[in-house]
């Protein structure tokens, strides 16, 4: 009898404290069962903690860009260029966002690169690119795996593009973990760069 309260106590004494914002939220919200995810930080917090959404200060995305005539221009992009990366957020009632960069008449064998990454907690997010008059559109497949996923999700796309000619970017909802509804918002980053195939 001695043994198992002395086994009792012990087992007690490991059951481990999970500190208010000490994990991120998983899909759909998922948080500890003594706390709840803050869309605001997307961290598991005590209840008392939760605060509503924001898109933060750091947006660098600019409205109106909710259709492929007020895309956003992207204007950083050159042959071989540096990745342009666009902090852009989706509230609820935000449908989608859009994008525009025209590739350099100079450029040859040029390629594409685009990661979308976005919270795994809330609503999940994808990324199209269309190409000049909408004559192609080319959708994401995941990320190589050698890319940090920081409680994110991330999306890559890669296509081959033709010099002097524009595209549009598309990130929209992709129709999942919105929390039923729920949280139907994210924030995300847009990473873009062209490169020689």
Not at 69 to 97: F, H, K, M, W, Y
Not at 141 to 151: H, L, Q, T, V
Request: glycine share 10%; hydrophobic share 40%.
């Amino acid at each position: 009898m001695r043994a198992l309260l002395a086994t009792a106590l012990l087992l007690g004494a490991c059951t481990p404290e999970i500190v208010s914002g000490a994990y991120l939220c998983g899909p759909d919200e998922a948080c500890p069962d003594d706390q709840k995810c803050s869309p605001a930080t997307g961290l598991c917090v005590s209840p008392g903690s939760v605060a509503a959404f924001t898109c933060g200060e750091d947006q660098t995305e600019v409205e109106p860009n909710n259709s492929a005539a007020s895309a956003q221009v992207v204007q950083a992009l050159g042959c071989g260029s540096a990745l342009a990366e666009i902090a852009g957020c989706t509230p609820a009632g935000d449908g989608d966002d859009w994008f525009t960069f025209e590739v350099p008449a100079t450029c040859t064998a040029t390629v594409a690169h685009l990661r979308l990454s976005s919270s795994i907690a809330f609503e999940t997010l994808g990324v199209t690119l269309a190409g000049p008059n909408g004559s192609f559109e080319a959708s994401e497949s995941a990320c190589d795996a050698s890319f940090p996923d920081d409680g994110e999700v991330q999306v890559c796309l890669a296509q081959a593009v033709t010099p002097g000619a524009k595209y549009t970017v598309r990130v929209a909802p992709a129709g999942g973990g919105n929390c039923e509804g729920g949280c139907p918002y994210n924030r995300y980053r847009l990473a873009m760069q062209l490169a020689t195939n």
